[in-house]
């Protein structure tokens, strides 16, 4: 008996009781659909978390930060010595291939005005022209500032969105002016919304301006030295040497020697989010484990049904091994009926996890703000499910099939 034979007859037989099939199959259909909608789920999380870990969110980024001094002994600690310079950020962009944006992030608070309206940014950060590159960030409407603005030290600036809902709640902020600590900036455009970060920071309550603007108009100040700069890699495989490249570079341009040491600080920002992702893959494992024993206990379903079913149709056994059959064609069919009904309870369950996986993506982007959930489904995810749906029919069958194939053909005959 061929193996398609083997399979209708397994067809045909689960179909003579489909409500009992459909119960047995419930097991393998909730598990599969857990094991995808909650890896889904943990792996958007994770997306997430990873975004809004960052203070704006962006690419992996590493922090460079002034060094230390000393006085009568005493070693003052990072930010002591304000060692570092505009033109090390220009450095770092053109000497360093694996930096894709640096920028610094000279910090200000202050009052913003637009006519009759005030408001209180959280933060004005004077920053570079690549600023978005750097935490990945687009503008609504409008345009970010240029090389050209920074170097000229331009009275332009950004607004976060909130700014401008508050500033221009029913006209468009679009060329419009703001006086910020008196000083009047024009308005080149509006940043898309970010929404609120885990800490529960809006990232939209700002203003961004050319870090020049800062130091000259605001601060009253010709020097351009600075506490420090953020600098984005291309990948998180390549902070590490990212890292090397920028503390060689900055030891020559500070004519540091063999014998001393650094004059900054560089702080792996990454490694923290590395540790959340960490965490997030552990906890998808953990997640997916736990669904999977509804998989097992699918399958003892199947093992309980099956056994009935050798019950029910040991007559039918009888028969088929009195004209001929082998064991292992009665061992075979069983563990084709038990195949078949945990791969359709898994074909069953994969559709439904996909489904329910994204509702829930959907449900999240619609009633939680900040950044947007991405749908995570992955196929490794489905694949699995779908194998280990198997494996648990294969496993939990074959203790059924086997009882069957070893019946007494006389025995199984007289069976009423």
């Not at 909130?162 to 221009?168: E, I």
Request: glycine share 8%; aromatic share 8%.
């Amino acid at each position: 008996m061929n193996l398609w034979m083997i399979t209708k007859v397994a067809f045909r037989a689960l179909a003579k009781n489909k409500m009992r099939a459909g119960l047995t199959m419930l097991g393998i259909v909730i598990g599969v659909a857990a094991v995808i909608l909650l890896v889904a789920i943990s792996r958007s999380a994770g997306v997430v978390i990873q975004k809004q870990f960052h203070f704006l969110g962006g690419n992996p980024t590493i922090t460079v930060i002034s060094g230390s001094r000393t006085t009568g002994g005493v070693r003052r600690g990072a930010k002591s010595a304000v060692t570092l310079t505009m033109d090390d950020i220009a450095a770092v962009e053109e000497e360093c291939p694996l930096a894709i944006a640096a920028s610094p992030e000279i910090f200000s608070t202050g009052q913003v005005v637009a006519g009759n309206r005030n408001w209180s940014p959280n933060v004005i950060f004077g920053v570079a022209a690549s600023y978005l590159t750097l935490c990945d960030w687009t503008m609504e409407t409008g345009a970010f500032f240029t090389p050209d603005d920074v170097h000229t030290a331009a009275k332009v600036c950004v607004l976060g969105k909130t700014v401008a809902k508050k500033l221009f709640p029913e006209s468009d902020c679009v060329g419009a002016e703001i006086r910020i600590k008196g000083v009047p900036f024009t308005v080149l455009g509006v940043l898309e919304m970010k929404g609120t970060n885990l800490f529960g920071f809006d990232r939209d309550n700002l203003v961004l301006t050319p870090c020049t603007t800062i130091l000259r108009r605001m601060k009253r100040t010709v020097f351009q030295n600075i506490w420090g700069f953020n600098v984005a890699a291309r990948s998180a495989e390549q902070i590490a040497e990212l890292k090397k490249e920028i503390r060689l570079l900055l030891r020559q341009r500070h004519r540091l020697e063999d014998n001393e040491p650094d004059d900054f600080f560089i702080n792996n920002e990454w490694r923290f989010v590395q540790t959340i992702r960490t965490g997030t893959m552990v906890m998808t494992w953990i997640l997916g484990s736990v669904a999977g024993v509804s998989m097992i206990v699918g399958g003892i379903g199947i093992m309980n049904i099956m056994l009935v079913s050798v019950t029910e149709r040991t007559r039918e056994i009888g028969i088929r091994l009195a004209v001929g059959a082998r064991s292992r064609d009665i061992l075979r069919q069983f563990l084709v009926e038990s195949l078949v009904l945990s791969l359709v309870g898994g074909m069953i369950g994969s559709a439904t996890g996909i489904a329910a996986a994204i509702g829930a993506t959907y449900a999240a982007n619609t009633f939680l703000s900040g950044d947007k959930w991405p749908l995570m489904i992955s196929a490794d995810s489905v694949v699995i499910s779908l194998v280990f749906a198997a494996s648990v029919g294969i496993f939990f069958g074959y203790c059924p099939a086997r009882k069957a194939s070893r019946l007494d053909p006389i025995e199984s005959l007289r069976y009423e």
